[in-house]
């Protein structure tokens, strides 16, 4: 926030310094791109940095929308994205053998991604409807775990594990956060262990693959085991300051798959070694750290349960990203957010962003 007389009110109010760090971070992407591609804008730099322009306008507009606003909406857009859910099912374009997006003529839309931050607006909205000594008893939970289920399921039929994963995962999240007992999440988590060898047997069989490449990724290393070996190779090959900017060889020669998308941590790691790395990790514990703090600082339920459920959603977007590259989680297809190249990704992560200084700013106005 700045003060200055000179400066209108509106751009004075915003918070400027996480704005400059998502900037920062969104800009090291480009940077990324434009060496994954040759020293070229084309074909991935130019279309991100306009899509970047655009998402985070968009979220700057988004941060003026009243708590209140956000709060009405977030029942009716979860009802929305599940039946965009159902019609990518009957209508959805298949990409890559996975049927995930909606061709609406401008921009191919991936409902699933929205879901993301709209499970967690919803579950939010319902526990701070939900009277407070209704938290313990079972229609605090039966409810919300329809919720997370449905539209997990629907992901799952995509089929896309990662997505679904998250959907989840930030939906325990705000039950969590809610003050549900600790022992249903235990119970819950030995239940889902004790069903693990079930849902293997129901996995397509490039699921299965995934997982006994991350048990054993040497087994096969140069047919299903190809791309995480060739992406610990990278990293490891950048040493701690790297082999300098577009000196990569495992990106620039094509051994390393993917090397704009999912596994572009990798692409960084080889040219900007371990220092890159943690400048890129320090980024995005700062932008956590700062949605957690507008968590703490608000003053309603919803508020809190919104921003504490959004901020770890974007902990687990990076968390899982780096894991699956570094070989200590199974490939998953979760993109390195504001790095990776996509714009489905790239809007979820700066809806969160435009939502969390939307309550921001309603934290200042109530103080």
């Known amino acids: 926030m700045i003060r200055n007389s000179l400066v209108p009110a509106p751009l004075a109010s915003l918070p400027w ?8 971070l969104g800009g090291f992407g480009l940077v990324v791109l434009y060496s994954a591609a040759g020293g070229s804008v084309q074909p991935w730099a130019l279309s991100q940095g306009l899509r970047f322009a655009m998402f985070l306008g968009g979220a700057i507009v988004l941060s003026r929308v009243g708590e209140e606003q956000i709060k009405r909406m977030a029942i009716p857009a979860y009802v929305v994205l599940v039946i965009l859910l159902l019609l990518v099912e009957l209508l959805g374009a298949v990409r890559g053998g996975s049927q995930r997006w909606l061709d609406l ?106 997982v006994l490449i991350f048990l054993d990724p040497e087994s096969d290393p140069l047919g299903r085991g190809y791309h995480i070996s060739q992406s610990k190779i990278a990293i490891g090959s950048g040493g701690v300051f790297g082999k300098g900017f577009l ?39 700062l932008i956590i750290r700062w949605g957690m703090r507008v968590g703490i600082a608000a003053r309603s339920r919803f508020a809190k349960l919104t921003a504490a459920g959004l901020a770890t959603t974007l902990f687990f ?13 199974p490939v998953v297809g979760i993109p390195l957010p504001l790095v990776s ?27």
């Not at 977007?317 to 989680?329: D, K, S």
């Open 17 to 24: 310094r996480l704005i400059l760090l998502v900037v920062a």
């Open 247 to 285: 000196n990569g060889t495992q990106s620039h020669l094509d051994y390393l798959p993917e090397g704009h998308t999912d596994f572009v941590f990798a692409t960084m790691a080889e040219e900007w070694g371990m220092a890159g790395g943690v400048a890129i990790i320090l980024l995005y514990l």
């Open 317 to 329: 977007y990076f968390a899982i990203n780096l894991m699956m590259v570094m070989g200590l989680a």
């Open 105 to 210: 003529g401008i921009i191919r839309l991936q409902p699933s991604e929205l879901m993301k931050p709209a499970i967690v607006l919803a579950l939010a909205r319902f526990y701070d409807l939900l009277p407070a000594g209704e938290t313990r008893r079972a229609n605090a939970i039966w409810p919300a775990g329809l919720m997370i289920g449905i539209p997990a399921a629907l992901v799952l039929l995509q089929p896309d594990l990662g997505t679904a994963t998250m959907i989840v995962a930030g939906g325990l999240t705000v039950m969590f956060l809610a003050g549900l007992p600790l022992r249903l999440f235990v119970g819950g988590a030995l239940a889902v262990a004790a069903m693990m060898p079930i849902a293997y047997t129901m996995m397509h069989d490039y699921q299965r693959n995934r």
């Open 341 to 367: 190249f996509g714009g489905s990704a790239m809007m979820t992560v700066l809806l969160c962003i435009g939502i969390l200084m939307a309550i921001e700013r309603s934290n200042r106005r109530a103080r």
